[in-house]
């Protein structure tokens, strides 16, 4: 049984390519010491086009039945991975192959260490295969939505091992250059068969990877090689263009910097970014706006729910002058009548989120501003979802949301075909306690409809949920908008 799972992964890793076939029998006794077997006798039997996942769970079992890792989702993905490491380049290798395809193209090079992310299984293709994903029309023009179901539901024995283990402070976080090749534990994964590029950026060394969860085609993460924390200022945008400058296919951007507005890791400095157009990137301009001293510099008010201001120039460093002055003013601005402080008791509160790109020969910048306010009313946060949307989304609006993609909660899958079966068997969905908080939307929308039927229940909920999250986008938008928004974002670049 072990000499034929390793028999099938050696071939995989010759067939994706990872793995060079003059290395194949170096493969097998990486492999045969990770079972600490001695013996191996390769079976007569021929594999082509081997299924990885299927590989996977074969010598999982094998791992579990010799007493090597216990039958848990966490100890499986701390082993699958030193398997793959089995069949890996070195990151010298790697790095040598992305830059030498890089001389013929950018693209090239991203495609080669995207495709390789995949193959290694550090992208878990299977599982975000699972990812239920769709697209709903707007007034802000066509919104992804996604149900995130590619991070594995931890079970209580890993639970139990990570609140035991004894802290560690390497590596200090998910995101530092350390984690590439390290083993894992119970509250760390695994990254023996993670890569990372080192690049320049404002003139630092950076690292560039690919995200794990993918939410979005070629989804990369860009990040300090210190673990330093995050902070929007005016070299956070040099780094942005000297991102897009380095791959001008992709387009990079930044959470922000703030509590409750920024994103989940405030602690090292970083950036996400892809080969994808967001719904915001095709957004119009709704109002062009004329900015003193940077009057050679397109600028406008974006029709997008979130208040943002779009600068456009074929030289990135007027955009980067025009970014800053933007954020020194945004940071020290009030007006009372539209609800926007930018400070109470000494708390900060107006920072930006900004997103770089190029189209053509011009780049673009995306300033959208954000203010992380609280009240009695709104304690998570004035511009934040709104309690009434709670029921599909109560997380943080970071850039990806920000951007038109909603990266929805795995419990609305059970919730939500759960829902199908309520609404269409006429069933009080305010009874069961799984769906109840959904109760008061459902009664909202369901007259609106003539007929629900088997056949366009989901396309219906599917829009509904799209609904809210269009909803969503507008608490978070400081100006709204509306002609009373609309003149507010004006006394702001007014200031300007």
């Known amino acids: 049984m072990l000499n034929r799972g390793i028999k099938k992964l050696v071939q995989y890793g010759i067939e994706s390519g990872i793995l060079p076939a003059c290395e194949k029998n170096y ?24 299924d990885l996942e299927e590989t996977l769970q074969e010598l999982l079992l094998e791992a579990v039945n010799r007493g090597l890792i216990e039958d848990s989702i966490v100890y499986k993905d701390l082993f699958d991975t030193r398997l793959m490491n089995c069949l890996m380049p070195r990151p010298a290798q790697v790095q040598k192959e992305f830059w030498d395809r890089y001389a013929k193209s950018p693209e090239e090079a991203t495609d080669y260490f995207y495709k390789l992310s995949q193959d290694s299984d550090y992208i878990r293709r299977y599982r975000v295969k699972k990812d239920r994903k769709w697209k709903v029309d707007s007034p ?61 950026i404002n003139d630092t060394p950076w690292g560039f990877q690919y995200s794990p969860y993918v939410y ?50 405030l602690s090292h400095d970083h950036f996400q970014g892809g080969h994808y157009t967001f719904a915001m990137a095709k957004a119009p301009i709704e109002k062009h706006v004329t900015i003193p001293g940077y009057e050679d510099v397109e600028a406008g008010i974006v029709k997008w729910p979130l208040s943002v201001l779009r600068i456009r120039h074929k030289d990135e460093k007027r955009l980067i002058d025009l ?65 009434q949307y709670h029921h599909i989304k109560k997380e943080n609006i970071g850039l990806i949301e920000v951007m ?25 969905i305010a009874s069961n306690e799984s769906i109840e908080k959904h109760a008061a ?22 829009k509904e949920v799209g609904n809210v999250f269009v909803k969503v986008l507008e608490c978070a938008g400081v100006f709204k908008c509306t002609e009373e928004g609309r003149d507010a974002f004006m006394r702001f670049i007014d200031k300007l």
């Open 27 to 50: 493969a097998i006794n990486l492999l045969l010491d990770v079972f600490h077997e001695d013996e191996y006798a390769e079976p007569e039997e021929a594999f082509s086009n081997v």
């Open 323 to 387: 970014a800053t002055h933007v954020l020194e003013v945004w940071r020290g601005y009030t007006d009372e009548a539209a609800f926007v402080f930018a400070e109470t008791d000494g708390e900060p509160h107006n920072t930006i989120t900004p997103i770089a790109r190029k189209t053509g020969d011009v780049y673009e910048l995306d300033l959208t501003l954000r203010n992380n306010i609280t009240t009695e009313e709104h304690p998570l946060g004035v511009y934040h979802p709104h309690a």
């Open 216 to 265: 979005y085609n070629e989804h990369c993460i860009v990040f300090n090689s210190q673990h330093t924390p995050m902070k929007i200022e005016r070299n956070a945008f040099i780094k942005l263009f000297d991102f897009v400058k380095l791959f001008p296919h992709y387009f990079l951007g930044s959470n922000a910097d703030l509590p409750i507005v920024g994103g989940s890791i």
């Open 140 to 200: 802000y023009g066509e919104i992804d939505i996604t149900i995130n179901l590619s991070k594995p539901e931890k079970d209580p024995k890993a639970i139990a091992a990570a609140k035991l283990a004894k802290a560690s402070s390497y590596p200090k976080c998910l995101l530092c250059m350390e984690n590439e090749g390290y083993a894992g534990r119970a509250n760390h994964p695994a990254r023996e068969n993670h890569r990372i590029i080192p690049i320049t």
């Open 404 to 428: 038109g993609l909603a990266v929805l909660p795995a419990r609305l899958k059970n919730e939500l075909e759960l829902l199908k079966q309520y609404i269409l068997e006429g069933k009080d």
């Open 441 to 462: 939307w459902a009664a909202q929308f369901l007259p609106k409809y003539d007929s629900i039927t088997e056949e366009n229940v989901e396309e219906i909920l599917q």
